[in-house]
């Protein structure tokens, strides 16, 4: 008998398999009673019911993590950088087989263990006579979204460390003969090709759409994005033909990585992602048409069914948006992040040409008055800089700046992350002590909701976390297709310009780099860095695309919020006065220098899980 201990689960961990042990950590938590046995979960449909909840609850959630301040989006300055934050760890580069916040290789092998073992018990729990009717078609069901589920896991595994054992049966680990159940490496093609068969498999299964009381369940559409997702890493430059990686085989020789170039995983991925779009149920999310500001914001704020394909359902909370509005009153919030400079600059200007182009119309210098979208209708506005003149609408959207607005009939007052006097609540910005403050001149507007006034403690945030979105999809199928026609086709652009057509920014081709594959490349790769900015991709685009080492390695910048005394007197103006604080602030300003060599494109197999089971090779640089 499997007795699982519902308030202290007694566990052993071999390969991050949960097994009876002893450490607090709730295994199951699905039934009141002090101790519940494995037989009694599955010896009744309403607690099977709650363990596939339990593997559900396990999905991605990374609204409020902290992913976009480990790479080129963002910097995290709650504390300085020996105040814990781990996102420094990988800024620094001071990460390691010991400590890797992010790896939870051993968490993961829990919640796939907890998969196989529904899988395996699910159609023999006795179901009331009756409810025959009714479970004869969920149970199959619950079996594929469990499958699904099990998959995604999977995902999360290969995307950090590439090959990684396939433990697809729940495993009992005997304590006095681990040797049976030590375990090597599968490839990352065995790896691949797992979740894309189990999503192949149990597609017909799963229902293309849910009723309003079971949205959020697992549909033919998440079982296809997820396969489109994962055959679009595997074709990428990381996994497919990577000769770095050449080297790591398993003891007995045989090869984790493929070091051979094969240009038709491409199509393989472009024809998964056009396997979505065919299903013809997701559309772009497009209230606004009229406004392409707000057109592309209220997704984030809104509990969107219509573009997204499969989502957490959160409940409604202001944490994410007392994390991110500005800091001073009358804002009231945290400015958890500052966007870089470098990401500021990757918003094309609004006639669909990056800023460092001729003919883009961008200026650093001077400012402009005109009106702003404050998240609840147009502000006029003043003295903006005009390097925030004529940008890509999601530029507004997502990035609070010099000036911006919010909510302007509640807040008075227009974004000031400026510095000038010694802040005394004057401005949003300015660091007077570690926590809560932003001192670089940007924060993140993407997310919050205007329903939420922190000043006047009214409102909350009803929102989901896209898992998958269609915009993803659409750019998926144009990377795909670029990267395996020798010159982009109608194909190409049709998709690519769905997503920018959204925002009204114009359709491409433009430059005449954009009819080439190259310059192809690196419009898709700066659309995918807008278009899903904050959602936590880019940490993982830029790994599989083999540029981390040029994005993420060496200064990053945000804006001078920081003046030196000097700087304030050489203004002539009066040093405490709002006017010299801002005539000294739009000059890039080293935030961090930080490091990213090349073992750090793959994570390494935790120290530990190999000094229990010398089967396991460690990755490359490790």
């Not at 051993?106 to 395996?120: L, M, S, V, W």
């Not at 375990?183 to 990352?188: Q, Y």
């Not at 220098?593 to 990755?619: A, C, G, S, W």
């Amino acid at each position: 008998m499997n007795k699982i201990n519902i308030k202290c689960t007694y566990a052993i961990l071999l390969l991050g398999i949960l097994v009876a042990g002893s450490s607090c950590k709730k295994y199951l938590d699905v039934v009141p009673s002090e101790y519940t046995t494995e037989e009694d979960v599955y010896g009744n449909i309403n607690l099977a019911e709650q363990a596939l909840a339990r593997l559900y609850n396990a999905l991605p959630n990374e609204l409020t993590s902290d992913y976009a301040a480990y790479t080129d989006e963002s910097f995290h300055h709650w504390y300085d950088a020996s105040g814990g934050v781990t996102a420094y760890k990988y800024n620094l580069g001071s990460w390691s087989e010991n400590d890797n916040p992010m790896g939870n290789w051993g968490g993961k092998y829990q919640d796939i263990r907890r998969a196989n073992i529904f899988i395996e018990k699910i159609e023999g729990v006795p179901i009331p006579l009756n409810r025959a009717d009714y479970y004869a078609l969920w149970v199959p069901r619950y079996k594929a979204e469990a499958r699904f589920i099990r998959a995604q896991f999977f995902f999360e595994l290969f995307k950090r460390y590439g090959a990684v054992p396939l433990l697809t049966k729940a495993i009992n680990v005997d304590p006095d003969n681990l040797e049976e159940t030590q375990v090597s490496r599968n490839s990352v093609d065995e790896v691949v090709g797992f979740i894309t068969s189990e999503c192949d498999e149990i597609v017909n299964t799963l229902p293309l759409t849910q009723e309003d009381a079971q949205v959020g369940r697992v549909t033919k559409g998440a079982a296809l994005a997820l396969k489109a997702r994962t055959l679009l890493y595997a074709a990428s430059p990381l996994f497919n033909g990577n000769p770095m990686y050449s080297g790591i085989k398993n003891h007995d020789g045989k090869s984790l990585f493929n070091p051979v170039y094969d240009k038709e995983k491409w199509k393989k991925a472009a024809d998964a992602a056009k396997q979505v779009m065919d299903l013809g149920i997701y559309n772009l999310y497009s209230p606004f048409p009229n406004n392409p500001v707000q057109n592309y914001a209220a997704q984030f704020y809104t509990r969107d069914y219509t573009e997204t394909i499969f989502c957490r359902i959160l409940a409604n909370a202001t944490t994410i948006d007392g994390q991110l509005v500005p800091n001073g009153p009358p804002f009231k919030g945290n400015g958890k992040f500052t966007p870089l400079q470098e990401m500021v600059d990757a918003y094309e200007m609004k006639n669909g040409y990056p800023i460092n182009e001729p003919g883009s119309q961008y200026a650093t210098t001077g400012t402009w008055s005109g009106q702003l979208w404050d998240g609840i209708k147009n502000q006029n506005v003043s003295n903006i800089s005009n390097m925030y003149k004529d940008r890509d609408p999601r530029f507004y959207a997502s990035i609070f700046f010099q000036y911006a607005v919010w909510r302007f009939d509640a807040m008075k007052r227009p974004v000031k992350l400026a510095w000038w006097g010694a802040g005394n609540g004057q401005t949003d910005g300015w660091a007077t002590s570690k926590a809560g403050t932003n001192p670089w001149g940007y924060n993140v507007r993407k997310w919050i909701s205007p329903e939420v006034d922190r000043n006047a403690n009214t409102g909350t945030g009803k929102r989901n976390f896209p898992i998958f979105r269609l915009a993803e999809i659409y750019l998926n199928y144009a990377e795909a297709m670029n990267e395996y026609l020798d010159v982009p086709d109608a194909s190409v652009y049709q998709y690519i310009n769905l997503v920018r057509n959204r925002v009204s920014m114009p359709a491409l081709p433009i430059l005449a780099a954009d009819n080439t594959k190259d310059g192809m490349r690196r419009r898709i790769q700066n659309e995918r860095r807008i278009e899903l900015a904050f959602e936590n991709h880019r940490f993982w685009d830029v790994r599989r695309w083999l540029i981390a080492k040029t994005v993420d390695n060496g200064e990053v910048h945000g804006l001078n919020a920081r003046p030196a005394a000097a700087e304030l007197a050489a203004t002539g103006l009066n040093v405490t006065s709002e006017a010299a604080g801002v005539a000294v602030f739009y000059k890039p300003t080293v935030i961090q220098t930080r490091t990213f060599v090349d073992k750090h494109y793959l994570m390494p197999v935790p120290q530990t899980e190999i000094d229990k089971d010398p089967n396991l090779v460690q990755n490359y640089g490790w």
